[in-house]
Nanobody, 132 residues
Framework: QVQLVESGGGLVQPGGSLRLSCSAS????????IGWFRQAPGKEREGVSC????????WYRDSVKGRFTISRDNASNTEYLQMNNLKPEDTAVYYC?????????????????????????WGQGTQVTVSS
């Protein structure tokens, strides 16, 4: 079965850390670029981070820069989002999505295409709640 599965979410206090995983089954991630998104209640889904497969460049939304780190382990077919110094405003369902990013297209613009239907796969989401 071809799918993406997120894991690692949970309840954490402000200032805490979580590491989200996005694991692929039925296909290999080495041909895809993964984007991380999140959606808070009553809000639109927004891009969080992206790691380009072709050139290793990354993108983070401004509010998570310096706190979140995206990485990939090709051996385990998994991509990670390390989230440190979490804030209540980070509370959301986090999703990963896979797509084939054209060379020369920035991660930021690729994230937009994923949101607009360009993703080949979406995960089911994992809840992250930051609360004291």
């Amino acid at each position: 079965q071809v799918q993406l599965v997120e894991s690692g979410g949970g309840l954490v206090q402000p200032g805490g850390s979580l590491r989200l995983s996005c694991s692929a089954s039925g296909f290999t991630l080495d041909r895809y670029t993964i984007g991380w998104f999140r959606q808070a209640p009553g809000k639109e889904r927004e891009g969080v981070s992206c790691l380009s497969r072709s050139d290793g460049s990354s993108w983070y939304r401004d509010s998570v820069k310096g706190r979140f780190t995206i990485s990939r382990d090709n051996a385990s077919n998994t991509e990670y989002l390390q989230m440190n110094n979490l804030k209540p405003e980070d509370t959301a369902v986090y999703y990963c999505a896979a797509g084939k990013k054209p060379r020369g297209l920035s991660c930021y613009h690729f994230m937009i295409t994923l949101l607009k239907g360009g993703a080949t796969h979406w995960g089911q989401g994992t809840q992250v709640t930051v609360s004291s």
